[in-house]
């Protein structure tokens, strides 16, 4: 158990039988009355984001998930292979747990899985991820600063708005938070 007084983002707890992350909390303290706590929590599984009020002090059970490292080798129909770096087990998550992370795994690629109950509910992606321009406009010379983009397809087949100035075989940077260019590399 874990008092309300405690949270802080990234932590997981279990709410109404499912797994919330805490994404933004603020501790109330009104001039009348008690202190609560108002916090915005993420299911893990689904996505969904919830607002929810806890009285300051409130205890709640807390989800201990587990991080392993994994290698993702392929995907097949909606199926999508990973193996322990450590044990070299494997196991399949589907498209509909990887969610929007499928759009920037590549082969081979090390990734964290989270384990809760020895199940696997979701992916832990790296902040950024090198991908390589498959498909887009040609580039314009001396088009650097006008700030314009254009689509681009990349190799997992993501597409990604980017500067005039990139072109196909260009490897670029992609922040896989957000979904944006970053920078080329």
């Not at 797994?19 to 008690?34: L, N, R, W």
């Not at 450590?86 to 498209?95: F, G, M």
């Not at 397809?153 to 940077?173: C, K, S, Y």
């Amino acid at each position: 158990m874990i008092s309300t007084n405690d949270f802080r983002i990234g932590l997981t707890i279990e709410l109404d039988g499912e797994i919330y992350s805490v994404v933004d909390f603020q501790h109330v303290k009104p001039g009348k009355g008690s202190a609560f706590v108002r916090s915005k929590l993420k299911n893990v599984k689904t996505g969904f984001t919830v607002e929810r009020t806890f009285r300051a002090g409130e205890k709640v059970p807390r989800a201990h998930i587990e991080h392993r490292e994994m290698q993702y080798l392929y995907s097949s129909d909606q199926d999508n292979f990973f193996m322990d770096t450590s044990t070299y087990e494997q196991i399949v998550l589907t498209d509909e747990t990887l969610g929007d992370s499928k759009k920037y795994l590549k082969e081979n690629m090390v990734i964290g899985i989270q384990m809760y109950e020895g199940a696997p509910i979701g992916v832990d992606l790296p902040n950024s991820v090198e991908l390589t321009v498959v498909e887009t406009d040609p580039g314009l010379r001396g088009d650097t600063v006008s700030g314009g983009t254009k689509p681009a397809t990349l190799e997992t087949g993501a597409v990604v708005q980017v500067p005039l100035f990139i072109n196909m075989g260009d490897v670029i940077r992609v922040d896989t938070r957000t979904g944006e260019y970053l920078e080329r590399v």
